[in-house]
């Protein structure tokens, strides 16, 4: 029986085997599997540690632990796990066991999006950026970069594996698809929309809703209200700068607002946020490459990354005194023109100063 055996497990660990499959057979020997993700979770990157531990403890009956990197910003991803009651313990507080395996999902080892210290070892590798990390370590790993999202790689694995999909489950990977791939520009593909038409019977609407229409903070209106006063045409590319900017989630949210705006090709928000610049871009073309141009943008200021059509970034300020934040300003301002082709010229602003003055008087 022991060559049968041995075979069996030699061809299902060597050829025919679903990466599912695989997936789940190197966690058999982990006491306990903790998922971790990148910095200020994402609705893709908690619906799909949220999947994989269902998978797990499904599957293989192991404990698991789910972990927040530093806060969730934006409103609707708080509302996300406050809806669906998703329980995420902060990576500073876990107490490491020799027993554990680490899965990081919806990002790759040493892109500087983590705080996990880099000795740690990390058994699985499961993602979909093309912004590629340190992976060799790993045992596993599964980086599929036509997938929209990480969700529909998770969605894919439990249907593989004939896991039921809880209603709250669903829920999540079917937002965290959805936050990926609905915004525009679109960035998707077919196992998408498969994986949405599975979920979306399963999912929760009113739950759904609830999450989509969560309740903004003031400041995000005060930070529009500045945007739309400072915003700048050059050519093809706005720039919409907020000088008092408390959080930082707000850079990507005006970014999303402003690149509707038409003939603009380029959008770029830049919110002062108590020692930092915040950098969001967003590009309407297809080949924009928008987190190599801001990685380059940016350069030894900080630091940037992203998708081909939006990218994020962020500069220290070790001297937040108005000259000196206007001198980068100034400095990105030429970089971007530089970076884009666009002659050094003076902005248009968007809405002009005299017309904001008349609307006051209003
Ligand atoms: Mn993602």
Known sequence: MAPRSAEAEC?????????????????????????????????????????????????????VLLTRDGPILRA??????????????????????????????????????HSLAADMPIYAVIDHHATSGETSQASFVDIRTSLGA????????????????????????????ETEITGYPREAGPADDEALLLLYPLADKDDLARIRNAPLPPSYYGCLLQALQCTFRYDRLIISWVNDMPHPEHAAEIADFMIRLEEVDWAVCVGLCRDKLVLSVRAKREDAQAGQLLQAVVGKLGRAGGHDRRAGGCIPLPNATVAAVEEIQAELRRRFLKALKIEETRGQRLIPRRQILNHIQD
């Open 11 to 63: 061809s299902t660990r060597c050829t025919g085997a679903r990466r599912s499959d695989r997936f789940l057979s190197g966690l058999q020997s982990a006491d306990r599997v903790i998922f971790i993700s990148h910095i200020h979770p994402d609705p893709d990157s908690i619906g799909s540690m949220w999947g994989l531990a269902h998978l797990v403890t499904h599957r293989l009956g192991k404990e």
């Open 150 to 177: 990480t969700c529909t790689l998770v969605t894919r694995y439990l249907t593989e594996q004939q896991v039921p999909i809880p209603e709250r489950l669903a829920t999540a990977l079917l937002y965290g698809i």
């Open 76 to 113: 609707e991803n708080r509302a996300m796990v406050d809806v669906l009651k998703i329980h995420l313990t902060p990576l500073d507080t876990v107490a490491w066991r020799s027993g554990d395996a680490i899965v990081m999902v919806d990002s790759q080892p040493n892109t500087g999006r």
